[in-house]
Nanobody, 121 residues
Framework: QLQLVESGGGLVQPGGSLRLSCVASGTPLDFFAIGWFRQAPGKEEREWVGCISSRSGPTYLADDVKGRFTISRDDTRNTVYLQMSGLKPDDTSLYSC?????????????WGKGTLVTVSS
């Protein structure tokens, strides 16, 4: 059973940077596509941030984070990263990673509990 744990969240000033990590255990990450999602405080809907495919496939990013966020993976460490820069107060959210054996274009099967990012001066 795949388990995902996010870390790296915290308080950052507008314009700052953070790198979030999503560490997998229980199953090698190689054949999973990993998505990042976020849910802003007080909002019910979860927003898709981006996704990195397995086995050197494409990476996708939502339009409002393109140019500011990047997603990378290190399968030797069973870890996927979300590098965030140029952070804005609107980026304040609980960020979660999720995994699927299919592709970034499908639904996610496994979810982490999230790490909170707060962008504020």
């Amino acid at each position: 059973q795949l388990q995902l744990v996010e870390s790296g969240g915290g308080l950052v000033q507008p314009g700052g940077s953070l790198r979030l990590s999503c560490v997998a255990s229980g199953t090698p990450l190689d054949f999973f596509a990993i998505g990042w999602f976020r849910q802003a405080p007080g909002k019910e809907e979860r927003e898709w941030v981006g996704c990195i495919s397995s086995r050197s496939g494409p990476t996708y990013l939502a339009d409002d984070v393109k140019g500011r966020f990047t997603i990378s993976r290190d399968d030797t460490r069973n870890t996927v990263y979300l590098q965030m820069s140029g952070l804005k107060p609107d980026d304040t959210s609980l960020y979660s990673c999720a995994a699927t054996r299919t592709s970034c274009l499908g639904g996610m099967d496994y979810w982490g509990k999230g790490t909170l990012v707060t962008v504020s001066s």
